[in-house]
């Protein structure tokens, strides 16, 4: 299996599995759907109840990568089963740890000695069925035309990738929970430089309309679908955590020329 084809068998799962909400989520206490954000609203609002849905994606992350990742199986078959084992209060501890992304909680729980980043990324893909559909309804009606920063408004977790739309707009985009939201599109998204000389992008001609915008200011790029030369990939339901693992190639020229997803000054 190639991490192509592990990142497409998630999303299928993730697309299977994704619960409807059967309610909105509570707002923040006096909230203003118009109103800026000032922090992700994943600190003000409580999470949905997840925590089954999380182990059960979890197992199912870690039985896909070790299918992967050979060298990935001992670790994963010495860990699912205190995954399987664990009991209800664990499980809404590893459940809440997991969305707030405390690193060392998590890490303390697993015990997986040099498959830490592994395991965290596990966790972040377990996250998915339950936040994007408590993303998608939390946003619903709410502008975030105020925040412009390089992190989801809804999660924390830093962008992924970046689209321009048709309409010319530019929005990042969450991969955990898929929020998308507006950016400059002139200016780096990790420092905000604006010199055209400073801020600019390159791409592969197999590769476009996807492009990769760097930043001399502070070291950064991102990756950006350019929609608005038209074609399949300027449908709006483009799946761009897919898309981000199949222009893997963009990344490693970006970092070839010493570019950082994130940026020195992030």
């Given at each position: 299996?190639?991490w192509?084809?592990f990142?497409?068998?998630?999303?299928?799962y993730?697309?299977g599995?994704a619960?409807?909400?059967s309610?909105?989520?509570?707002?923040?206490p006096?909230?203003?759907?118009?109103a800026?954000?000032?922090?992700?609203?994943?600190l003000?609002v409580?999470?949905?109840?997840?925590?089954?849905?999380f182990?059960a994606a979890?197992?199912?992350?870690?039985?896909l990568?070790?299918?992967?990742?050979?060298?990935?199986g001992?670790?994963w078959?010495r860990?699912?089963?205190?995954?399987e084992?664990?009991?209800?209060?664990e499980?809404?501890?590893?459940?809440?740890a997991?969305?707030l992304?405390q690193?060392?909680?998590?890490?303390?729980w697993a015990?997986?000695?040099g498959?830490?980043?592994t395991?965290?990324?596990?966790?972040?893909?377990?996250?998915?069925?339950v936040?994007?559909?408590?993303?998608?309804?939390?946003?619903?009606?709410r502008?975030?035309?105020?925040?412009?920063r390089?992190f989801?408004?809804?999660?924390?977790?830093?962008?992924?990738?970046?689209?321009?739309?048709?309409?010319?707009?530019?929005?990042?985009?969450?991969?955990?929970c898929?929020?998308?939201w507006?950016?400059?599109?002139?200016?780096?998204?990790?420092c905000?430089?604006?010199?055209?000389?400073?801020?600019?992008f390159?791409?592969?001609?197999?590769?476009?309309?996807?492009?990769?915008?760097?930043?001399?200011?502070c070291g950064g790029?991102?990756?950006?679908?350019?929609?608005?030369?038209?074609?399949?990939?300027?449908m709006?339901?483009?799946?761009?955590?897919v898309?981000?693992?199949?222009?893997?190639?963009?990344?490693?020229l970006?970092?070839?020329?010493?570019?950082?997803?994130?940026?020195?000054a992030?």
């Amino acid at each position: 299996m190639s991490w192509m084809d592990f990142v497409k068998a998630w999303r299928r799962y993730v697309d299977g599995r994704a619960p409807v909400p059967s309610a909105a989520p509570e707002r923040p206490p006096a909230g203003d759907d118009d109103a800026p954000l000032e922090q992700p609203l994943i600190l003000t609002v409580p999470p949905p109840p997840g925590a089954d849905e999380f182990t059960a994606a979890l197992r199912s992350a870690g039985d896909l990568l070790a299918s992967l990742q050979p060298r990935f199986g001992p670790t994963w078959e010495r860990l699912k089963p205190r995954v399987e084992a664990a009991r209800e209060a664990e499980r809404e501890r590893l459940y809440s740890a997991a969305v707030l992304r405390q690193v060392p909680e998590l890490l303390e729980w697993a015990q997986v000695d040099g498959e830490g980043e592994t395991f965290l990324t596990l966790a972040e893909l377990a996250l998915q069925p339950v936040l994007r559909p408590f993303a998608a309804t939390l946003v619903a009606g709410r502008s975030l035309a105020a925040w412009r920063r390089p992190f989801c408004p809804v999660c924390g977790r830093e962008a992924d990738v970046a689209r321009i739309r048709p309409d010319n707009l530019r929005f990042l985009h969450c991969p955990v929970c898929d929020t998308e939201w507006p950016v400059t599109r002139l200016s780096c998204v990790w420092c905000g430089a604006d010199d055209p000389k400073k801020v600019q992008f390159f791409t592969l001609e197999v590769l476009e309309p996807w492009r990769v915008d760097t930043c001399e200011v502070c070291g950064g790029y991102m990756k950006t679908l350019d929609q608005r030369s038209g074609g399949p990939l300027a449908m709006p339901g483009v799946d761009l955590f897919v898309e981000d693992a199949r222009t893997l190639q963009l990344d490693l020229l970006a970092q070839r020329e010493g570019f950082r997803r994130g940026g020195r000054a992030h």
